[in-house]
């Protein structure tokens, strides 16, 4: 039984997780910094950020839209990424940053 609801648990959390990040690509124009606001690039990865906050970010060549599990870390190597494919059926190939 617990672990019928851990399961359950861990799957909402996931698909709250992906919904979030579908939702901030569904508009990307409303979310989208300009250089008035601050950077329109990560300073860890150097990637495109999505959000003024640049806690979710692009992946460059395949699109994969990127949430950092800890936005505050500033070393790119111990940096944590969940990612998702713009579309279904694709996937999104593991991110390395000189692990």
Known sequence: MVRNSRHSFRLI???????????????????AQSSSHGPTS????????INPFCDTIVQPKTQCLCQKNNPNETVASR???????????QSCPAPRFGR
């Not at 709250?16 to 409303?30: H, R």
């Not at 940096?79 to 059926?89: D, F, Y």
Request: hydrophobic share 45%; proline share 8%.
């Open 13 to 31: 959390a996931r698909s709250a997780l992906v919904g979030g990040v579908l939702l901030l690509a569904s508009a990307p124009g409303a979310f």
């Open 79 to 89: 940096l944590s990424l969940t990612c998702v494919p713009p579309r279904a059926g």
């Open 42 to 49: 990560d300073s860890v990865t150097g990637w495109r950020c």
